[in-house]
C-alpha cells in the first residue's frame, strides 16, 4: 500500500491532501483549522489531520510532493524584471529577500517544516516537486469520470504558465500548449476585482456576482486596448495599463484614464452602476475568451469531454455557458479548482504519470462529494458542547430532519453541520447555512444578519436530483455548485410595469420567481444537485422540506461570516451560531435553539474576522 502526500503553499489557499493506491483518502485547506481566510502559510494543521486520519506517521508515506517548481518561479520574477527594468525595481526589492531567504530552498524549508510533524523523519529524498499547471491538470483529469477528455486549466500565474491545454488518456497528460505571463485571464479579471474594490484573489466571485447588475457597456474598449484576442481564444494583453508585472497594484492611471475613474476604495467608496457596468463587461469578455478556447479546442482535437481547473473554472457563470451551447456530451470541474486542488494534483500527478500506475474506477466521479475533510463522533460533539455549556436536545436521525425541515418551512436560518468537512470553496451540505428559498426577505436578511456581507451576493439553491429539471433549465448532475442555469420559465414570475424600469442594486428588491432567494437578477442560480448516494442526510432533509412545502430547493450558503473560512469543527459552529442572528444550530444529532442558550455566551462576532 503506497500513500503520497500531496502539499499546495506560500501563495495562497494552502492545502494538504492524502491518496492511498491512487485513491482519493483526505484532503483539507488550512484556512478551516487556523481560522485565517485563503492562509498561505505551510499547512501543519492540513497535513496533521490528513495524516491522523488514516492513523499514519511521515514514515508510512512514501512520497511527498510539492503543487509548482520554486525555480522555475524564482526564473520568471528575474526574466520579469529585465524586461521591464528599470520600472519594476521596487516590487522586485521587496520580492527578493523573501526568495533569497525561503523560496529559492524550498526542499531544505519542506524538510525543516516536515520535521515537526516527526522528528525522525530524515529522508529529503521523499521530497518531489510537480509543475503547478500539471498539478491543476492532474485535479481535474484524474478524478473525473472521463477515460479520455480535453483538460483546460486557467488561472493567475504558476510559474510561467496561466493558461494550459493537456489531453489526458487513460492514466496518460500531456500538456500541449500553454499561454505564459504576464498575459492571463486570471490576471485580467484580477485586474477588475481590484479596480472595482475587491480583495484580489478572495474578492473574483464577487466581481461575477456583481456582473448582472449591470450592462457590459465597456466590452469594445476592454477588447480594442487592453486585449488582443484571437478567434481561436488565445490572447495577449496590453501591458501598458497593468502593474502586476512591476508594481505594487494590478491597474495604474493609464487605466484609470481609459475608464474614466479611479479604482474604488474599499468600504469607502459606494458600489455605483458604473462598477456593475465594469464588472458585467468583464464577466462578458472572460465568457467570450473561455468559449472561443473551447470551441477551438474541440474542434482541434475532436474529444467530447471537457474538464477544468484552476482559478478561473471557478467562474461557475462562465462554466453554465459552456454547458449551454453544447459543445461538449461531457463537463466536469474539479471543485477545489484553485491552488487548494493543486495538493492533490501534486500526488495523483506523481502516483500516475511518473510512477505509470492504472486509473481505478474510472466511469465514477472519484472525489466523492469532495466530501474529503475533518468529521466529529456524536461523543466528541456532545463533550464539546458540554463543556461550552450549551444547551441541545438529542434526536434521532428521522426526527431530526422533520424537526429541521419544519423549521425550515417556519421561515427560520439553520446552520446545519454534518459529517466531514467539504474541501474546495462551496459548503456542500456539512458545512452550510440553510433557509427556505420561497421567502423574499430571505436574501437580504441572510446577507445582512447573518453573513454580514454585501446585500447584491447571490445564493445557491440545493435542489434534490430527481427535481432538477422541473424547476431549472438544466439536466446534468452538478453536485459541486459548479454551473449556473436558468430557474424554470413557469417558476418565474411576472414583473409589473413599474418594475420593469428599475436597474441596479433597486432590481433586489424585486419578487422574480417563487423561489426569490435563489433567483439571481437574471433568473439564474448556482446550482447544487443532491442524491442520496453522495449525501444521504442532506438528501433527507431536502426530501422532508419538499413533503412539507412542496419545494424540493433549499437556499445553502457557506457556514461562516464575511472574511471567515468556513467552520471547521463543533466549537466554530457555535461561535458563529452565537455571533449571528441564525435561529437553530444542528450538529450531528445535536439540537440547538438560539432562545434556550445563555446570554453570556453570545459574542460580538461580526469585526472578529479582516474583511474579504
Known amino acids: ?288 475568451i473561455m468559449l472561443k478556447l473551447v470551441r477551438s479546442l474541440r474542434k482541434e482535437y475532436g474529444i467530447s469531454n471537457l474538464c477544468l481547473a484552476g482559478g478561473v473554472a471557478l467562474n461557475c457563470v462562465a462554466n453554465g455557458k459552456i454547458l449551454d451551447e453544447k459543445i461538449y456530451e461531457n463537463i466536469w470541474v474539479q471543485p477545489a479548482a484553485g491552488d487548494a486542488g493543486g495538493a492533490l494534483g501534486a500526488a495523483l500527478a506523481y502516483w500516475h504519470i511518473d510512477l505509470n500506475n492504472k486509473r481505478q474506477n474510472i466511469k465514477e466521479d472519484n472525489m466523492m462529494g469532495s466530501y474529503l475533510g475533518n468529521e466529529f463522533s456524536q461523543n466528541e460533539i456532545q463533550k464539546i458542547f458540554d463543556d461550552i455549556g450549551a444547551d441541545y436536545k438529542i434526536y434521532n436521525d428521522e426526527d431530526l430532519i422533520s424537526k429541521t425541515a419544519t423549521d425550515l418551512s417556519n421561515g427560520k436560518a439553520v446552520g446545519w453541520f454534518q459529517g466531514r468537512m467539504e474541501f474546495g470553496p462551496r459548503a456542500l451540505g456539512n458545512r452550510s447555512i440553510l433557509a427556505d428559498p420561497r421567502s423574499s426577505e430571505m436574501q437580504k436578511n441572510l446577507n445582512i444578519k447573518i453573513k454580514y456581507r454585501e446585500s447584491f451576493r447571490p445564493f445557491a439553491p440545493s435542489v434534490l436530483k430527481e427535481d432538477l429539471v422541473s424547476w431549472f433549465e438544466m439536466n446534468i448532475d452538478s453536485p459541486y455548485m459548479l454551473f449556473v442555469a436558468n430557474i424554470k420559465k413557469e417558476k418565474i414570475l411576472q414583473l409589473s410595469e413599474d418594475e420593469k424600469k428599475k436597474f441596479g442594486l433597486d432590481l433586489l428588491n424585486i419578487k422574480k420567481s417563487i423561489i426569490p432567494a435563489v433567483t439571481h437578477v437574471d433568473y439564474s442560480a448556482r446550482i447544487q444537485t443532491v442524491t442520496e448516494k453522495l449525501n444521504k442526510k442532506y438528501f433527507l432533509l431536502l426530501k422532508k422540506f419538499k413533503e412539507i412545502t412542496n419545494c424540493p430547493v433549499l437556499v445553502n450558503t457557506s457556514f461562516n461570516i464575511r472574511g471567515e473560512p468556513i467552520v471547521s469543527s463543533p466549537e466554530d459552529a457555535y461561535r458563529c451560531f452565537m455571533g449571528t442572528e441564525l435561529d437553530i444550530l444542528v450538529v450531528g444529532n445535536c439540537y440547538i435553539e438560539k432562545i434556550n442558550q445563555d446570554t453570556n455566551l453570545i459574542n460580538n462576532y461580526k469585526n472578529e474576522f479582516e474583511l474579504d
Not at 464577487?206 to 488565445?234: E, H, N, Q, R, S
Open 1 to 288: 500500500m503506497k500513500y503520497i502526500l500531496g502539499i499546495s503553499a506560500f501563495y495562497h489557499d494552502s492545502a494538504a491532501a492524502l491518496i492511498r493506491d491512487g485513491e482519493i483518502i483526505s484532503a483539507a485547506q488550512e484556512e478551516r483549522f487556523t481560522r485565517k481566510k485563503h492562509d498561505s502559510s505551510y499547512p501543519f494543521n492540513a497535513i496533521e489531520f490528513v495524516l491522523n486520519h488514516s492513523k499514519l506517521t511521515l514514515a508510512d508515506v512514501s512520497s511527498i510532493v510539492f503543487y509548482e517548481k520554486p525555480f522555475l518561479k524564482f526564473e520568471r520574477l528575474l526574466e520579469t524584471y529585465v524586461a521591464f527594468a528599470p520600472k519594476g525595481f521596487k516590487s522586485f526589492s521587496r520580492a527578493m529577500p523573501i526568495w533569497l531567504k525561503e523560496k529559492l530552498f524550498q526542499k531544505k524549508l519542506l524538510f525543516d517544516y516536515l520535521k515537526k510533524h516527526d522528528q525522525n523523519f530524515n529522508d529529503e529524498k521523499k521530497i518531489l516537486f510537480s509543475e503547478h499547471h500539471l498539478s491543476h491538470a492532474a485535479s481535474a483529469f484524474y478524478p473525473s469520470p472521463f477515460k479520455e477528455a480535453i483538460v483546460l486549466t486557467a488561472d493567475g500565474v504558476g510559474e510561467w504558465a496561466t493558461t494550459t491545454v493537456a489531453i489526458g488518456k487513460d492514466n496518460k497528460l500531456d500538456i500541449k500548449k500553454e499561454l505564459h505571463f504576464p498575459h492571463s485571464l486570471g490576471l485580467l479579471y484580477s485586474a477588475f476585482t481590484y479596480y472595482t474594490g475587491f480583495k484580489v484573489n478572495s474578492g473574483e466571485y464577487k466581481l461575477m456576482g456583481l456582473a448582472p447588475y449591470g450592462k457590459p457597456k465597456y466590452v469594445d474598449i476592454i477588447l480594442k486596448y487592453l486585449i488582443d484576442l484571437k478567434d481561436d481564444g488565445t490572447f495577449m494583453l496590453n501591458q501598458e495599463y497593468f502593474d502586476y508585472s512591476t508594481g505594487l497594484t494590478m491597474t495604474n492611471k493609464k487605466f484609470d484614464d481609459l475608464f474614466g475613474a479611479k479604482p474604488r476604495k474599499p468600504n469607502l467608496d459606494k458600489i455605483s452602476q458604473f462598477h456593475m457596468d465594469i464588472a458585467s463587461s468583464i464577466q462578458n469578455v472572460t465568457e467570450q
